[in-house]
Nanobody
Framework: QVQLVESGGGLVQAGGSLRLSCAASQATRRTFSSYTIGWFRQAPGKEREFAAAISWNGGSIYYTDSVKGRFTISRDNAKTTVYLQMNSLKPEDTAVYYC?????????????????WGQGTQVTVSS
């Protein structure tokens, strides 16, 4: 298994940017490279929703429609870290953001496909 730790959340005004990190510090580069990493978010009173995912080599990337053009997911397997660059943030982006990992190289959008989850990092976008 892998242990994931999110960081980079905080409070930002609408239109601002944040960069989230998902670190698997205990994983070797080889092990980390075997996982697809996804980002999910959950706002208060709402269901968890998919945000973005990236395959083991970055060849398969998916975004939910609401973040396309604003968010960019990337990974650095040498650092065993995945990033989520969030630009042009909107109040509706406010949520706890979780990263998750699953075996295999294909990016998927279902939370049920993911085996391991981080504890989340809070992102708050003020209007």
């Amino acid at each position: 298994q892998v242990q994931l730790v999110e960081s980079g959340g905080g409070l930002v005004q609408a239109g601002g940017s944040l960069r989230l990190s998902c670190a698997a510090s205990q994983a070797t580069r080889r092990t980390f490279s075997s996982y697809t990493i996804g980002w999910f978010r959950q706002a208060p009173g709402k269901e968890r929703e998919f945000a973005a995912a990236i395959s083991w080599n970055g060849g398969s990337i998916y975004y939910t429609d609401s973040v396309k053009g604003r968010f960019t997911i990337s990974r650095d397997n040498a650092k065993t870290t995945v990033y989520l660059q969030m630009n042009s943030l909107k109040p509706e982006d406010t949520a706890v953001y979780y990263c998750a990992a699953k075996f295999g190289g294909a990016a998927t959008m279902s939370s049920y496909d993911y085996n391991y989850w981080g504890q989340g990092t809070q992102v708050t976008v003020s209007s």
